[in-house]
């Protein structure tokens, strides 16, 4: 593993370090994980959201489908 110097504004450095401390992990182990999600969301072999929208239009069957949505938030 290679060592890293980063400069933080104390804002960001307090709120890692709390929820460093939440997930009892250390900050850098938060910074490690970020990092590797910034990696994965920058790929370029990921599919666009129109892509992912025409992928799966008319999965639905059921009719309409914000009808529905509405009718099960009407139970809550």
Do not use: F
């Amino acid at each position: 593993m290679v060592r890293t110097m980063i400069s933080l504004d104390e804002n960001d450095k307090e709120w890692l370090d709390r929820r460093a401390a939440d997930e009892g992990v250390a900050m850098t182990e938060l910074i490690r994980r970020a990092v590797r999600l910034l990696r994965g969301a920058d790929r370029s072999d990921r599919r666009s959201v129109e892509e992912l929208l025409r992928a799966t239009a008319g999965t639905w069957k059921q009719g309409d489908g914000l009808e529905y949505q509405e009718h099960l938030r009407r139970e809550w």
